[in-house]
Nanobody, 121 residues
Framework: QVQLVESGGGLVQPGGSLRLSCAAS????????MGWYRQGPGKQRELVAE???????NYADSVKGRFTVSRDNAKNTVYLQMNSLKPEDTAVYYC???????????????WGRGTQVTVSA
């Protein structure tokens, strides 16, 4: 089973920056995508950003132009650089991978435990 360990959350003032990291281990299969979801207070979990094996990325409209997702394939690590943070970005951020055991299998989701990001003055 894939293990994901997140780091980099914390408290930051509006307009500030944070960088999240997520290291994946025990991967058996093909990584289709790695990325980040978040769940704010009283809200459903939502996609923030994900990066696919070919290098293309997908972002939520609310973070486009402020957040950047990147990936180090050699380290099986995904990063989320968050700039110009707003109070509405406050949430628990979860690392996600989509891994298919073989080329003929559907990819399954794995989740990290989450890291808290709080944007407040």
């Amino acid at each position: 089973q894939v293990q994901l360990v997140e780091s980099g959350g914390g408290l930051v003032q509006p307009g500030g920056s944070l960088r999240l990291s997520c290291a994946a281990s025990r991967i058996i299969g093909i990584i289709h995508a790695m990325g980040w979801y978040r769940q704010g207070p009283g809200k459903q979990r939502e996609l923030v950003a994900e990066i696919f094996s070919g290098g293309s990325a997908n972002y939520a409209d609310s973070v486009k132009g402020r957040f950047t997702v990147s990936r180090d394939n050699a380290k099986n690590t995904v990063y989320l650089q968050m700039n110009s943070l707003k109070p509405e970005d406050t949430a628990v951020y979860y690392c996600n991978t989509k891994v298919a055991p073989t080329p003929w299998d559907q990819a399954y989701d794995s989740w990290g435990r989450g890291t808290q990001v709080t944007v407040s003055a």
